[in-house]
């Protein structure tokens, strides 16, 4: 509503004030991603060439995405947002929208559509799972192995980090129940479409206990996306989770001796949120930021530096080489149709109303 | 002689009583102290005592609740929350009338993640009911406006709720915020609530006045509501405003009239809302300050008869507790067993050597906090170099590596080493200060090297040795980044779950009471130490 009342006024008004629009943006952006080389893909794939077409702005990156929720509480309440667009989760967007910290986008108007036409909201499709997330990243928490220490049969199945006889040693998983309750209820032989069901039962949650107890002695938990890569590369471990673009500069960016387990891969989104409240010359600014960076070019650009899938449907198809190592991309992608044959689909809706719940008596579990 | 029998006050030299102008004095002196020390102060009250004294109030606060909706808090007062019913059809009403408002100003789904803590589940029932609910009562609004086109016209509806006087110098710009007409609040109680929050929100939402949009369709629900319990409504008003509140209540008699349940409403939209437990929930969460925050960080819960521990499947809280205070406690010990011989060494040695070494002690205080927890992971992990050299050495096999990370052992070792400064600096300036002619002397007077030690030397040390324990003691306890990085499952501490609740859950509420809990804690131990040491036997030099 908003542009189109802003690009009919600058419409009206080209004749006398041409720069009126360009004019009421902010000339600074301060981004909030997550580091290292995922954000090195961002500045790469968008940040750059919007900075090469609009030379008057800056832009300053701050490195909290981890804590993005909390610090953007705390400034809410002080009242004094500092953020222009801010890259989370879609778990953590949810919240944040939910709280009334970000702002709603409409897709439709706010984003691009398709070169071929198609609407934003169609492209993107159901990865919009919160009215004010813009997703750019389909990435997947999946497993790793070394294949020098995990004997002459490589695990294929999510059910092998169970099976401690096959597969002895220990392993890797991230210290939260989110993937871990599904995967040990997938393994109990629930039927995937009924996971959530289950879990959402005292029943089910003890049973993905269990299920997690007759490993739980040869678990080391991670927080950190590094930390799996480099148990593995340690040998403390033989298999672990981690995100997939993690294992990915492993395998063929450190030449490790690692292979890739892509059964019943968690998808999860990273995306932008815009800040709820931000001056207008800020917020038209990002908003025309955000346009760009999350077009169809843009995002399949990122996949050039980091192998994760770009959440639009008409970026997959432009999914080219890796920018230095020249290799193709698109077979590393978790949405690689050869990756994807089984694939656990998270459910948004059902963490948000039960992540505190299950946290609780997930780390209740753990500290037994 | 006659002088000193005199048994008048003392004067000083301007004719005072001596003792009022050395208060005078004295007051002056005071006064000039503290406006000294006045910006220190200021700031500290500023920036320390008052952010602190607003996160533990966090801790008590709900005010969330009954603001976001008042009507149904209201309500709910009188609903039989263990009775196992839902509460009856008006509750319901209620809710939309505040929903709808909420969702407007988009804080409905605050309201949700604050009950959620609570009641998981309960955060998808108000995102859900936000979506749908300015649709509530859309059955009555079409049939109002059937009846006559102008129940959709703002200026008529102006003509019914507004005040008059408001109502003249509405619609232009900088509209006053809306007051409704006296005659309306009587006999058209519930719609003329429902008009007036919507016209507020609007106008403070949207910049909109109510003279030109149409309200939201919960409004007509309650004008349906009010005219079925007051047909005579009609009477309080003139004109074609009485008309038509007197057709509308004759329409609303006739059986063709369609009414609506607002309890199956919310029931289609998510059957939970049926759910007693969620009005319980709802009830119990209804006043504006709770002590459920600190019932949940006690591991408690409110059940159906005050409160009840929670299931064993649940409780982490006290486990927590009593693990940080026993490691603390620990850390702090193997910190005196390792700091005391350096410091004594140190304090010992020459000034010359002290100094050099000093920095040995000083140097990893300099490096950062996570690089020296990472580098306690390569030593301490199963193919570390700890356990490589045991292998090298044969004094383990290679197949039975020993576990010295991510558990107890890997929280103590490396947090004893980070905190090991804070120990040695005190005890180092206290013994500096200890006279070595005392020990030579118990030694001429026949004392054994250990009795001299132990009977003159000790006791002079213990103030440094205070110090170094409070000091360390109150770091580690409230340490999280090290036991969350090398802690595993049973080496982490009740800071780990306060940062949790902080950045991730956002739950601060609960984050703010277990940090009450802490403190209190804290206190507590200070006020033991006080009792059985003496806190005047601490000293930092």
């Avoid at chain 2, 006045?38 to 008052?50: G, N, Q, R, S, Y």
């Avoid at chain 2, 408002?101 to 993640?113: D, F, I, N, P």
């Avoid at chain 2, 004109?239 to 329409?251: E, H, I, P, Q, S």
Wanted: overall charge negative.
């Amino acid at each position: 509503m908003k542009l189109r009342n802003l690009s009919a006024l600058a419409a009206t008004t080209a004749l006398c004030a041409p720069m009126a629009l360009a004019a009421d943006m902010a000339n600074e952006m301060t981004l909030v991603s997550w580091g290292g080389a995922y954000q090195q893909s961002q500045l790469k794939a968008y940040v750059e060439p919007y900075l090469e077409m609009n030379p008057d702005v800056t832009v300053v990156w701050d490195e909290s995405s981890a804590e993005a929720t909390a610090k953007l509480r705390a400034m809410s309440e002080a009242g004094n947002v500092t953020w222009d667009l801010v890259d989370v989760v879609a778990s953590d967007a949810m919240r944040l929208c939910d709280e009334g910290l970000a702002m709603e986008i409409d897709p439709d108007e706010d984003l691009a559509a398709a070169p071929d036409g198609t609407s934003a909201s169609d492209d993107f499709g159901d990865l919009l799972v919160s009215d004010c997330f813009v997703p750019q990243i389909v990435y997947s928490t999946t497993f790793g192995y070394r294949t020098d220490l995990v004997g002459d049969t490589a695990p294929s199945s999510v059910c092998d980090v169970f099976d401690l006889e096959a597969f002895p040693g220990k392993r890797a998983l991230q210290k939260r129940p989110i993937d871990n309750m599904e995967w040990a209820l997938f393994c109990d032989g629930v039927a995937k479409d009924e996971i959530y069901d289950v879990l959402g039962t005292d029943e089910g949650v003890a049973r993905a206990l269990a299920k997690l107890d007759t490993i739980k002695d040869s678990v080391v938990w991670w927080t950190a996306g590094a930390e799996t890569p480099q148990l593995l590369a340690d040998g403390e471990v033989v298999m672990g989770s981690t995100f997939n673009g993690r294992l990915f500069s492993a395998i063929a960016e450190q030449d490790q001796p690692i292979g890739m387990l892509w059964d019943m891969q968690s998808f999860d989104l990273d995306g932008w949120i815009v800040p709820e409240g931000l001056p207008e010359d800020r917020k038209a600014r990002v908003m025309d930021f955000l346009k760009f960076a999350t077009d169809t070019q843009r995002l399949a650009d990122q996949a050039k530096y980091i192998s994760y899938g770009p959440a639009r449907a008409s970026s997959a198809p432009l999914v080219g080489k890796h920018e230095e190592l020249g290799i193709d991309m698109a077979p590393h992608m978790p949405t690689d149709p050869a990756n994807a044959t089984n694939v656990h689909i998270y459910d948004y809706e059902w963490w948000a109303d039960n992540r505190d719940d299950m946290d609780a008596k997930f780390q209740a579990w753990l500290a037994q | 002689m006659s002088d000193t029998t005199d048994t008048g006050p003392v004067l000083a030299a301007d004719g005072t009583p001596l003792k009022r102008s050395l208060a005078r004095a004295l007051r002056m002196q005071k006064m000039r102290a503290l406006a000294l020390i006045a910006p220190l102060l200021l700031f500290v009250l500023l920036t320390f005592i008052l952010p602190i004294g607003d996160m533990l109030f966090r801790s008590v606060e709900n005010s969330i609740v009954s603001e976001t909706l008042p009507r149904t808090t209201a309500a709910v007062q009188t609903y039989d929350a263990d009775g196992g019913e839902a509460p009856p059809e008006s509750t319901f009403d209620a809710l939309a009338y505040d929903l709808v408002v909420a969702a407007e100003k988009k804080v409905h789904t605050r309201v949700g993640s604050r009950l959620n803590y609570e009641n998981a589940g309960i955060s998808s029932l108000f995102r859900k009911a936000g979506r749908k609910v300015d649709d509530m009562g859309e059955v009555y609004l079409d049939q109002f406006v059937e009846l006559d086109p102008a129940w959709e016209e703002p200026q008529a509806l102006i003509a019914l709720f507004a005040d008059p006087s408001w109502a003249a110098s509405a619609g232009g710009e900088d509209e006053p915020r809306f007051e409704y007409s006296s005659a309306a609040a009587e006999v058209l109680p519930g719609a003329t609530d429902a008009y007036t929050a919507w016209a507020r929100t609007i106008q403070t939402e949207d910049q909109d006045s109510p003279t030109k949009e149409e309200p939201w369709a919960p409004v007509y629900m309650a004008l349906y509501h009010d005219l079925a319990d007051n047909p005579d409504a009609a009477s309080a008003f003139e004109g074609d405003t009485a008309a038509r509140l007197a057709a509308a209540a004759a329409a609303i008699q006739s059986p063709e009239w369609q009414t609506m349940s607002t309890r199956d409403a919310f029931v289609d939209i998510d059957e939970d809302w049926a759910d007693p437990e969620v009005w319980r929930t709802i009830k119990t969460y209804s006043s504006k300050y709770t002590n459920g925050y600190f019932l949940n960080a006690a591991d408690f819960q409110k059940g159906h008869d005050g409160p009840e521990l929670r299931p064993e499947l649940q409780r982490i809280y006290g486990t927590l507790f009593l693990r940080t205070m026993i490691m603390s406690l620990a850390i702090t010990v193997s910190c005196i067993v390792l700091g005391y011989p350096v410091a004594w060494i140190l304090a010992n040695l020459p000034s010359r050597t002290a100094n050099v070494l000093m920095i040995l002690v000083l140097l990893p205080f300099w490096t950062s906090l996570l690089v020296r927890t990472s580098a306690w992971k390569v030593m301490l992990q199963q193919q570390g170099v700890i356990n490589d050299v045991l292998v090298w050495l044969g004094i383990v096999a290679d197949n039975d590596r020993l576990v010295m990370i991510n558990n107890q052992f890997g929280t103590i070792v490396a947090m004893t080493h980070i905190l090991l400064p804070f120990m040695i600096l005190p005890m180092y300036s206290v013994m500096q200060t200890i006279n070595p002619s005392y020990l030579r002397a118990a030694k001429s007077l026949g004392a054994t090297n250990w009795t001299a030690f132990w009977r003159v030397y000790f006791p002079q040390s213990v103030p440094g040795i205070g110090a170094g324990s409070i000091l360390v003691f109150i770091l580690a306890i409230g340490y999280y980044i090290t036991p969350e990085l090398v802690g595993g499952t049973k080496g982490v501490f009740i800071s780990n779950r306060i940062a949790f609740h902080i950045s991730q859950s956002l739950n601060w509420g609960l984050a703010a009471a277990l940090g009450t809990i802490l403190l209190v804690v804290v206190l507590l131990l200070y006020w033991a130490y006080d009792k059985i040491v003496g806190i005047d036997n601490v000293k930092l030099g």
